[in-house]
């Protein structure tokens, strides 16, 4: 386990370098900056600002400056939000995003998983088409068509639901739902195909000639074997409920990263948008590296290496 996790850790470092040298000469070589605005500025004030934030400097300073900062963990002061560093907007809007994402993916888990396992055990069933056929849905609509139809349906016809805000669990119900709902259809599709082929095999039947209650059978000996591809896909799933909350939050006003990095990617704000950017790789490559531990503990033929 030690050299795995080290070796992991080390294509992660190298991983986030070229992520930042990337984003770094990307964000740069766009036309505009952070200073322009729709009324032009003195060019004196201008000249003061970029002295100030050292954007005056040639560009492989800039980016030797920012590397050596960003390794101390100080990604700067953001370009737009006066008076803040990148840390403290990381810290104010990544627990609301968090929270968002972690409800989103505990609904999509619960509700993927359940009509995924019935739907197999049902199959060829009105019902299993019924749930296939709305999970294809929910895979080819996109989180903002969701949402849109949902605060029509929820919030105007039924008012069972806010439009938006922060604060209060009524408030997270609908825009974690929203979220959640495209993964869920992923994972119900996923978990379906592996209790088929589980329920195949040999053992199954074995367990079904023991005369094994149905739930017995169902949960504790073919469920585990059919995780196998949803686990595989949950990691990237959770790097993407936190990347695609951006829309979403915008969609529902919730203060979280979602508005920082659109903020960002306007304003051209690049301490901001580069802080967001390495911690969005760090959560992805962090979740990859967890399922495949979790993936080893489920099958015992899959070894880390």
Same mark, same amino acid.
């Given at each position: 386990m030690f050299p795995f996790l080290f070796k992991r850790f080390l294509w992660m470092l190298l991983t986030l370098w070229i992520v930042f040298t990337v984003?770094?000469?990307?964000?740069?070589?766009? &036309?505009?900056?952070?200073?322009?605005?729709?009324?032009? +500025?003195?060019?004196? %004030?201008?000249?003061? =600002?970029? $002295?100030?934030?050292?954007l005056d400097e040639?560009?492989?300073?800039?980016?030797?400056?920012?590397?050596?900062?960003?390794?101390c963990f100080d990604l700067g002061y953001s370009f737009t939000r006066a008076?803040?560093?990148?840390?403290?907007?990381?810290?104010?809007?990544? &627990?609301?995003?968090?929270?968002?994402?972690?409800?989103? +993916?505990?609904?999509? %888990?619960?509700?993927? =998983?359940? $009509?995924g396992i019935m739907s197999a055990v049902w199959k060829n069933t009105l019902f299993d088409n019924f749930v296939m056929t709305l999970a294809t849905v929910g895979i080819a609509l996109p989180s903002f068509v969701v949402a849109s139809l949902c605060i029509i349906f929820f919030v105007f016809l039924l008012n069972w639901f806010p439009a938006g805000g922060w604060g209060t669990l009524r408030q997270l119900i609908l825009p974690a739902f929203c979220l959640g709902a495209p993964y869920a259809a992923y994972i119900a599709r996923l978990t379906r195909t592996g209790m088929l082929d589980v329920l195949s095999q040999d053992y199954i039947r074995t367990a079904w000639a023991k005369g094994l209650q149905p739930h017995t059978v169902i949960l504790k000996h073919a469920l585990k074997g059919a995780l196998l591809p949803v686990v595989s896909y949950l990691g990237p799933a959770i790097a993407g409920v936190m990347t695609g909350s951006l829309v979403v939050e915008q969609i529902f006003f919730i203060p979280g990263l979602g508005a920082h990095f659109i903020e960002a990617a306007t304003q051209?704000?690049?301490?901001?948008?580069?802080?967001?950017?390495?911690?969005?790789?760090?959560?992805?490559?962090?979740?990859n590296t967890l399922v495949d531990i979790t993936y080893g503990m489920i099958d015992p033929r899959v070894k880390l290496e």
């Open positions: 984003s770094f000469f990307l964000m740069r070589s766009v &036309p505009g900056g952070p200073f322009d605005r729709e009324r032009k +500025m003195d060019p004196q %004030i201008e000249a003061n =600002l970029r $002295a100030r934030y050292r040639p560009l492989w300073k800039q980016y030797v400056r920012c590397l050596a900062g960003t390794v008076d803040y560093t990148v840390n403290e907007v990381i810290a104010e809007g990544l &627990p609301v995003s968090a929270s968002l994402g972690i409800l989103a +993916m505990a609904i999509a %888990i619960t509700v993927g =998983l359940s $009509a051209r704000d690049y301490t901001l948008a580069m802080g967001l950017v390495l911690l969005y790789t760090l959560l992805l490559y962090s979740m």
